[in-house]
């Protein structure tokens, strides 16, 4: 399996049920999505494909900052390779394509909450601590079925400065 003809591109509604399928296949690493919530957000999703199959892909959202819009950050979500393909650069190259599509909004910084902070780290994430996101906590995290507290969930925050 080549990695030079993957093609890095926007997601299309045509995408969906392999993006739901993708981000399935990771039960324990990420916050699981119905169909719905993928389509209603596929224009915040990008996708690695090599012909008809799709091996990567990547969502984001933009999470406000009260009072001063120019602070807003965009957490990355939903970030996963199909386990054939990891170790290829596949997911550095969706990354890097997900931070040059958000540039043009101007955000303060990209955050990931992660289990792979090894992998966020090679793209000059740096880990955080949680209270630094309160905003994240309060918008998605508080509503998790996985972990009781925020706090001790064990995923990795980190974020990435883009200005």
């Keep these: 399996m080549d990695s030079d ?3 890095i591109r926007r997601a299309t509604l045509q995408d969906v049920f392999a993006i739901h399928r993708l981000i399935q296949s990771y039960p324990h690493e990420l916050i699981l999505k119905p169909v719905n919530n993928i389509v209603e957000n596929i224009d915040r999703f990008t996708v690695a ?14 999470l406000p900052e009260i009072g001063c819009p120019e602070g807003a950050t965009v957490e990355l979500q939903s970030v996963a390779v199909s386990k054939a393909w990891r170790g290829r650069g596949i997911g550095k190259r969706l990354i ?17 909450l992660t289990f792979e902070p090894g992998f966020f780290g090679s793209l000059g994430f740096k880990e955080i ?13 508080i509503y998790c079925t996985k972990h009781t507290n925020p706090f001790t969930c064990p995923e990795i925050a980190m974020a990435l400065q883009l200005r």
């Design 129 to 141: 601590p949680k209270t630094q996101i309160i905003h994240k906590i309060y918008r998605g995290c």
């Design 5 to 7: 003809d993957v093609v």
């Design 96 to 112: 890097r394509f997900v931070l040059q599509r958000i540039e043009g909004f101007k955000p303060a910084q990209a955050l990931v």
């Design 49 to 62: 494909a090599r012909g008809n199959e799709l091996i990567a892909c990547a969502g984001w959202q933009i």
